[in-house]
């Protein structure tokens, strides 16, 4: 099949597009209202998005309550989520009122980050703690603003569970994050194959990894 994407007439029950661009990790976003309310949600358009600085983003449908926490405080923490915590990381996508915390609906624990205010998730073995860059409303092809919210944010601060720390490297295979796929589908990495890059070519294959 193929379909005009912007008038999005697929013809089947679910639009494919999730579906398509999978698997996405999930950036658990913890943040602090003004108040220092504590919020904690997960967001499946997530990623880092340059190494050197390390930066990452996510984008909500929707002026959240953790776009406008991080508009107000400038900090937030990308808390991995993991199979493991899967029960917590989707019940905390409840639509709880502005003010309540994540934290205690789901029984996580918010622990003190070392370099901003926003708390990590105790659980999680691995914590990314950003500062705030800036906020990009989405627009489509004609300039229309959509209700859509990129956030980007630097990492200036890493927490890593020893124990996943295996030959110097981190051991994926027991972090097993999780990923959205479409609809209601889920995956988690509990393998992993290794490839050898080849060497002088150009694009992301050349780069270190």
């Known amino acids: ?106 029984g996580l624990t918010a622990v003190a980050s070392s370099a901003v205010k926003v708390p990590r998730v105790g659980e999680v073995p691995v914590a990314l703690e950003c500062r705030h860059l800036q906020t990009l409303q989405l627009r489509d092809l004609e300039g229309t603003p959509a209700d859509r919210w990129m956030v980007l944010g630097q ?15 981190i051991d994926v295979t027991e972090l097993r994050p999780l990923a959205r796929l479409g609809y209601h589908d889920y995956s988690v990495v509990d393998h992993v194959f290794q490839m050898t890059r080849p060497r002088g070519g150009g694009g992301e294959a050349s780069g270190a990894a």
Not at 160 to 169: E, K, L, P, T
């Open 1 to 106: 099949m193929n379909y005009d994407a912007i008038k999005n007439e697929h013809g089947l029950r679910h639009d494919p597009f999730k579906a398509i661009v999978a698997p996405r990790p999930i950036g658990w976003i913890s943040s602090l209202d003004a108040q220092g309310n504590a919020n904690l949600a997960p967001y499946s358009f997530f990623n880092a998005v340059s190494d050197n600085p390390h930066i990452v983003m996510f984008s909500s449908a929707g002026w959240k309550d953790s776009v406008a926490n991080i508009e107000t405080t400038g900090e937030f923490v990308c808390n991995l989520a993991t199979f493991a915590l899967r029960e917590q990381m989707n019940q905390s996508s409840a639509p709880y009122a502005s003010g309540v915390s994540e934290f205690g609906e789901t």
């Open 155 to 169: 990492v200036v601060s890493i927490y890593i569970d020893d124990a996943v720390i295996r030959d110097g490297v």
